[in-house]
């Protein structure tokens, strides 16, 4: 009766215990027996059969073999890993074989628990000082809050940017900016764009400036230590601006409403020690004027002390083919100041 206890007892335990079929390979010649949990930015979280879960940096990784169903970004329907090809991944998902470098994933997840893993939030908020020329001749402090939230295949991305300015012999100039941004990956790459902005800058006579935008983007990278992507869209924009006639005194504004094709990139790298560089551009080209066009270039390096704090250099640089009024077509603005990331 005893015997045959046990022999119950261990048949149960061997049907009821998850049932670990994958292998993967290292470079170093390790093979680990196990099943995949997640793949990360930088690493993949393998279940081992004899170590437990372990965090394997996806550099070592030459081989995957998983039989388990994981939910790639943008797809609703389960996948399955068919194979680590030169630098790419390959995926069954439904009928349709994709691939996706394998580096450039941020996260993979298995299908029955990805609601609870695909989520995150991450943010900076940067306090700098400016020495401006152009149009621009002063010194300011500005407050930078920019803040990501993710949601499996939900991005929301918020930025706000503030600053009041003191001129010489002149009165405070305000400056605000306000976007916000709701992506939705319907491909592991690709996403869908909706955006709405507004916008004002006493310096350039821009009362406001409101923009309600759509597009297509494209994630190349995304990860801890690199990032890059490209938009392309267009805008509705709303416009007033006011200029001061001395002649008259009278003070005219000036109503525009029209539409823009907007492009724009973002570059993160990750350097020695945790340095990071980053370069931003945005194009907008209107479609009523052909020859009003304008570039904005946002450069910097952030330099980390710890704790989440680091020291942020940055250059801004703009470029408006038809300035409002007497303005000049340049400006060049370099920021010092301390940043808060979490």
């Known amino acids: ?23 993967i390979a290292l470079k170093n010649g390790d093979l ?39 939910k790639l970004q943008g797809l609703a329907q389960p996948c399955y890993w068919r194979g680590l ?28 628990e990805h609601r609870e893993i695909s989520r995150s939030f991450v943010g900076k908020v940067t306090a700098s000082g400016s020495q401006a020329s152009g149009n621009r001749e002063e010194q300011s402090w500005l407050v930078d809050v920019d803040s990501n939230y993710r949601y499996t295949d939900f ?20 400056f605000y900016q306000a976007r916000y941004a709701f992506n939705w990956f319907f491909n592991p790459q690709t996403y869908w764009i909706w955006s709405v902005s507004q916008e004002r800058d006493d310096a350039k006579n821009l009362e406001f400036r409101r923009s309600t935008g759509t597009g297509i983007g494209y994630q190349f990278w995304e990860s801890e230590r690199r990032v890059l992507s490209l938009e392309l869209g267009a805008e ?21 409403n029209f539409g823009s094709v907007r492009v724009s990139t973002n570059f993160t790298y990750q350097l020695l020690e945790n340095v990071t560089f980053y370069n931003r551009n ?12 304008k570039i904005l270039t946002d450069s910097g390096i952030s330099l ?11 250059l801004q640089y703009e470029f408006q083919n038809m300035p409002p009024g007497e303005n000049r077509k340049e400006d060049t603005t370099l920021r010092l100041g301390l940043g808060y990331s979490w």
């Not at 940017?161 to 405070?172: D, G, W």
């Not at 601006?241 to 005194?249: A, I, P, R, V």
């Open 32 to 70: 680990l027996k196990g099943e995949l949990l997640e793949i990360q930015q930088q690493v993949v979280i393998w279940q081992s059969q004899n170590f437990g879960d372990l965090s394997i940096p996806k550099s070592n990784i030459i081989r995957i073999e998983t039989n388990a169903a994981l």
């Open 155 to 174: 991005r929301h991305d918020v930025r706000y940017l503030y600053s009041l300015k003191s001129v010489a012999e002149s009165p405070e100039q305000a």
């Open 1 to 23: 009766m005893r015997v045959a206890l046990v022999f119950v007892s261990i048949g149960f335990v061997y049907v009821h215990s998850p049932a670990l079929a994958g292998e």
């Open 85 to 112: 090809m030169a630098a790419d991944a390959f995926f069954q998902c439904a009928k349709k074989r994709r691939s996706v470098p394998f580096l450039a994933i941020q996260q993979i997840s298995r299908y029955e």
């Open 304 to 314: 980390p002390f710890g704790l989440g704090i680091s020291a942020d250099i940055k």
């Open 236 to 256: 509705d924009v709303t416009e007033e601006t006011s200029l001061f006639d001395l002649e008259t005194g009278v003070e005219q504004r000036t109503l525009n």
């Open 282 to 293: 945005v194009f907008n080209q209107s479609v009523d004027v052909r020859r009003e066009w």
